[in-house]
């Protein structure tokens, strides 16, 4: 990189963090609380990651995702899942057209909701496995493929799952291998009790408050790539991949609670949502390179659902949450 270049990436990391203490001002005019939520969805945008929110009905998770689409001058879509709907309804059919003046017929593909920049997808356990590979092909591989052609969706494309983790009722889970691809898992959790006060106030008078745009689409690809960048020390490295690597209940660094515990730990995927995740937070901190503190600081949203607690586990009644805060007290 040459001196210029150099510069020109510290300019930018400078802007990057101005820009983002005005989107959390803008999207707090509208999201009372949730700061950390807030935090943790703007770092897995700038990695080009994606976010799977669980919590109960009502604590404006869908909000918050349209607030966020907003502040970033971003296209929206929100995709209702239910168990009749079918992956056409995500990403598109075709249908015939005809020529008014020829009389000819042809096929034109008609773009579904996963062609936008925000895809909130609610309640993705609540459709069968064949609809949720529809959308998670898609945040894969950022393109969708329909009788034989494929169609790149826009950049920058971000994923919001939801679930209520209440009613598992007729819902249909995410395998690991799927639920591996979310970078992030955010819990909500309910307001403190100022916080609700503050959210009654706002929400049952006539003033809506209306944020700014902050970001276009166009900045934000260019602080994805800003963010690959960012250069990290060795001992950083090492660290999340002992992290990851611990989660392994046949590892040689496995500790004995993750033996008991755990059928399966996370993947090489970990290691990555780990190093980039402490990479955003560093920039969006001001500072132009991750510290330890910065992995340790998205350890809990990237291993939560990547590791598998077995029976053991549960008739202890230790949750996923709980053995990742003992691993990170065990790594020290």
Known sequence: MTGREGAADVDAARELKSSYDALRAEI???IIGQDTVVEQLLIALLARGHCLLVGVPGLAKTLLIKTLAEVLDLTF????????LMPSDITGTEIIEENVTTGSKSFKFIRGPVFANVVLADEINRTPPKTQAALLEAMQEHRVTAAGQTYTLQEPFFVLATQNPIE?????????????????????????????IRIVKATTSMARP??????????????????????????VIDYAVRITTMTRPKSETAPKFIRDWLSWGAGPRASQSLILGAKTRALLDGRHSPDIADVRKVTGPTLRHRIVPNFNAEA???????IVERLLQEAG
Do not use: C
């Open 168 to 196: 598992q009722e007729g819902t249909y889970p995410l395998p690991e291998a799927q639920l591996d691809r979310f970078m992030f898992n955010l819990w909500v959790d309910y307001p403190s009790h100022d916080e609700e």
């Open 316 to 322: 202890d009644g230790v949750t996923a949450i709980e």
């Open 28 to 30: 707090g005019t509208v």
């Open 77 to 84: 879509n929100r995709i209702q899942f239910t168990p009749d």
């Open 210 to 235: 209306t944020p700014r745009r902050i970001l276009t689409g166009k900045q934000i690809a260019h602080f994805q790539d800003l963010v690959r960048k960012v250069p990290v020390a060795d001992n």
